[in-house]
Every structure is written in structure tokens, then in C-alpha cells.
């Protein structure tokens, strides 16, 4: 993006809604904290591996989430674990980490190869063709949350789900100006009413989902899927579950937060690899010897698909902010932050940033493999983010990203066609090409 002041503060708000990332400026990608007084109110940038453990772990009880995400958030998903504070946060944080352990996130790999089989075999039958690969992307993240969740949806009708989904998902609109300005909430938002309808409409189907279920755990019959494992789940310290208030609240929290992002994580690592012949030819003969007799595959016997995926979550994580408000007056080096007001880690900043990077721009997955790995500075790479509010999801969503790869890259080769618009990142929801990503599909 280009990296020009925004003159005034409409140009400003015009740039935020366009585009955030076209805020950045040349100096954020080399200081280590910059301090900043705007309409926002004070905001603290800070991008010094020490200073953000600070933030999101040493001193984690002295900050929450900032105000405004959750004014975003909150009327879609609910009480759920993203949006969630304090005591209630605890209480769910604690009784859904089992649900995420490296153990039952193994156990969805039948699930997530299935899902990449299925997307492999639509992209062969329109080998030939160019394919829009973002909507693809989508497709199959929501296909994996289907299988994962809800063991193939209401009704064994898949697709009656996705619809539901889907509409639900374009529903969580836009920033709305009213919120950045800290509009109380009493005041109506005409994108919270023009969404009500599917946000009504998609609990519903959610709600029914759970009385169904319960039925079936009852009789001792339920698929080990999300759902009855966040309906059996217990507080390890009281023994409670979760109120189906809580479940619900949380299934939507989990496809909310767990389908755009890995959609863009695939649809970016489709396009790093279109432009680097080296890397995707190395990784089509992993995949080669990784595939089991029946096609499928497991992360484990992946690391380089795995290197693939982590190096582009680095040049576009598809969460750009980390956000905090300070719970009390704080100190990041040499600068004050004064109680109330927010501190955010970019990683998008921070993993190009000069200081922390060789070559930031630069496409280079053997950054990620061995003792390179090793040297890269914990809180300098936070695609997920870190300390106790870091993702849930990671280990699951890296398995997917990976396995499903696999599946497309063993069955087409896609290649970027020369009249394709610029393929740059904005930042909606999250970071994706601004204007799609559509590829040419050649049978391999
Ligand atoms: C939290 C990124 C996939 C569920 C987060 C956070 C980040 C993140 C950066 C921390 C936000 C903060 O500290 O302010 C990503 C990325 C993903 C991904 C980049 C994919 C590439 C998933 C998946 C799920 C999920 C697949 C669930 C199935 C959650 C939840 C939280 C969270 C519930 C809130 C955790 C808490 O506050 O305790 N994610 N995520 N995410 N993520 Fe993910």
C-alpha cells in the first residue's frame, strides 16, 4: 500500500475505510514504539519483541480488549470466547482449551482431508478454466467448519448450513463510524439493524442444532464433533458446563473466527507460490511423498507445505491488529501510556518490519524450517498473537491450511494470469486481495 500521510482527518477516515493498512507509514516499519494523538483519542503502536511481551503476557491484567472491538463484534457473536472479558472469559477460556489440544485437533484430519478431496476434485473438473480462488477458499474452510462442527449440518444438508452461514458472515459488516466514535450503544447503527435478520436467523438454526443434539448424546449415539464436545465440556475446576447460551455463542464465535481467516491464509499462500517456481516445485514433491495410499495426508510428513503457510501468514496475516485499551497508566520504553487509552500491535507492521527482518518483503519459507526457525524472536512473528488471549484455534487452523493445501497443489497447478488486477492486501475483516484472486487451473 502506498505509504503517503493521509492529509486532514477526512482524508484520514476515508483511508481507515478503504483501506487501514494504507495508514502505515514509513517510520512505523522501523521505530520500535510510536506514540500517536488523533481522532482515535492516544494510540500507542508498539513493535519491540519485548515491549509487546509486556503488553500480551507480562502485564496482560493490566490491559483488556479495546472497546471498539467489541462494539464490532459483540452483537454477532455473543458472549464467546473472542469477545468475552474478565471472570466470564476465564470461565470459557478455561473449559474450551481442551477442545483445541494438539490430541482432538488430530482427530479432525479425517474431516479436513475429506474437505480438501472434495475441493481437489471440483478444481480438476474445471481444470482449464480460471477459477475464482478466494471463493474456492471460502468454500473449503467452510466445508472443514461443517464437517468439524456440526458433522454435516442440519438436516444432512450441507448446503442449507452454508447458506445460513454464508449470510450470517455478510451480515458482520463494515466498521461503523458510530462505534469508532464511541457512540453509546442505545444509539441505532443501521448496519446492526440491517443485520438483525441473519443474526436472528442463523441462531435459530444454531439453537435447534443443540436441542437435536443433546437428544442424540442422551441416547449415546453423537458424532465427536465441536458441538458435543463443547456440549460435554467441564470447567476443570468446578465440573459446570457451558450454558447452551455459551455453546451457542461460541459456535459462532468459532466460524466467525476461524473461516475468513484461514481462507485468506490459503488464498495468499496460492499466490505467494504462483509467483515462486522454487518454493511451489519443492513443495509439489513433498507432497508427492507425503500422500498415503488413499491420497490423504497429515501435517506431520508436511513441513515444508507447513513453512509455506507460516511464511505467508508473516507478509499477510490476515489479523493485522492486535488492540488493547490500558486497564492503568503503563510504560513501553520511553513512552507513557496513559490509563484508557490504546496500545496495538500490528503484525502486519511488525513482520516487515526493517529491524526484526532480512529481506521483509521478500517470499522465503526456509525461514521457517530448522535453526532459522529457531532464531526468530518469539513476539517478533504473531500471526495468532500470544499470551493468554492468543488464538485458540491455531493448531487446528495450521493443520487445515496445511492439509488442504496439499490436497490442491497435488491436484492442479494455478497460475496468475498476466491481465489480473494488482494483487495488493486491504484490510476488511480481514487481510485479502483487494480485488479477488482469480488463477488459470492446469491439470497436473
Ligand atoms: C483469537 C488469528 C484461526 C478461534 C485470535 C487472535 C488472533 C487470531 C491474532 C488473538 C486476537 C487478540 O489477541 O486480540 C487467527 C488466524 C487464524 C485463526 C490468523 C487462521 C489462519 C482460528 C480458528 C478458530 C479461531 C480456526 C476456531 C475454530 C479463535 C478464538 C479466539 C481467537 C475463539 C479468541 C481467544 C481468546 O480470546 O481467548 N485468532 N485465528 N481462530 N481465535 Fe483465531
Not at 361 to 385: C, H
Request: net charge positive; proline share 7%; hydrophobic share 45%.
Amino acid at each position: 500500500p502506498p505509504l503517503r500521510r493521509p492529509q486532514g482527518l477526512f482524508e484520514f477516515l476515508r483511508t481507515v475505510r478503504a483501506n487501514p493498512l494504507a495508514t502505515w507509514m514509513e517510520e512505523h516499519f522501523t521505530a520500535s514504539v510510536m506514540a500517536g494523538e488523533g481522532v482515535l483519542g492516544r494510540i500507542t503502536v508498539v513493535s519491540e519483541p519485548a515491549l509487546i511481551r509486556h503488553v500480551l503476557v507480562e502485564n496482560a491484567a493490566g490491559y483488556r480488549k479495546d472497546d471498539l472491538q467489541r462494539r464490532v463484534l459483540a452483537p454477532g457473536l455473543g458472549e464467546g470466547l473472542l469477545t468475552a472479558e474478565g471472570e466470564a472469559w476465564r470461565l470459557q477460556r478455561r473449559t474450551l482449551a481442551p477442545i483445541f489440544s494438539l490430541r482432538t485437533v488430530r482427530g479432525f484430519e479425517a474431516a479436513m482431508n475429506a474437505a480438501g478431496e472434495r475441493l481437489a476434485r471440483r478444481l480438476v473438473r474445471r481444470a482449464g478454466t480460471r477459477i475464482d480462488v478466494a471463493q474456492e477458499m471460502t468454500r473449503v474452510t467452510l466445508d472443514v467448519l461443517e464437517r468439524t462442527i456440526f458433522t454435516n449440518g442440519p438436516q444432512n444438508d450441507p448446503d442449507a448450513l452454508a447458506r445460513a452461514i454464508t449470510r450470517f458472515l455478510e451480515s458482520v459488516g463494515p466498521i461503523d463510524p458510530l462505534d469508532v466514535f464511541g457512540v453509546p450503544d442505545f444509539v441505532p447503527r443501521l448496519g446492526r439493524l440491517r443485520a438483525r435478520p441473519a443474526i436472528r436467523y442463523f441462531a435459530e438454526i444454531v439453537e435447534a442444532l443443540i436441542a437435536r443434539r443433546r437428544a442424540v448424546m442422551a441416547a449415546g449415539e453423537a458424532p465427536q464433533d465441536l458441538l458435543t464436545l463443547l456440549l460435554a465440556a467441564q470447567d476443570p475446576e468446578t465440573g459446570e458446563g457451558l450454558s447452551d447460551l455459551d455453546v451457542s455463542a461460541n459456535i459462532v464465535t468459532f466460524i466467525a473466527a476461524g473461516h475468513e481467516t484461514t481462507a485468506n491464509a490459503l488464498t495468499w499462500t496460492l499466490y505467494c507460490l504462483s509467483q515462486d517456481p522454487g518454493a511451489l516445485a519443492r513443495l509439489e514433491a513433498e507432497v508427492e511423498a507425503a500422500a498415503d495410499a488413499e491420497g490423504r495426508f497429515t501435517i506431520e510428513r508436511l513441513p515444508f507445505a507447513k513453512a509455506v503457510i507460516e511464511e505467508t501468514l508473516r507478509l499477510f496475516p490476515p489479523a493485522a491488529i492486535l488492540s488493547r485499551q490500558a486497564l492503568k497508566p503503563d510504560r513501553l520504553g520511553r513512552v507513557k501510556v496513559p490509563q484508557g487509552s490504546v496500545v496495538m500491535v500490528s503484525p502486519y507492521v511488525l513482520h516487515r518490519h526493517r529491524a526484526l527482518w532480512e529481506d521483509p518483503a521478500a517470499f522465503v519459507p526456509e525461514r521457517f524450517l530448522g535453526a532459522a526457525r529457531e532464531a526468530i524472536p518469539r513476539f517478533a512473528y504473531l500471526p495468532f498473537g500470544a499470551g493468554p488471549r492468543v488464538c485458540i484455534g491455531q493448531s487446528f487452523s495450521l493443520q487445515e491450511a496445511v492439509i488442504v493445501l496439499a490436497h490442491v497443489v497435488r491436484a492442479v497447478r494455478l497460475a496468475l494470469p498476466g491481465d489480473h488486477p494488482p494483487v495488493i492486501p486491504v484490510q476488511r475483516v480481514t487481510v485479502r486481495p483487494q480485488h479477488g484472486l482469480r488463477m488459470d487451473a492446469m491439470r497436473r
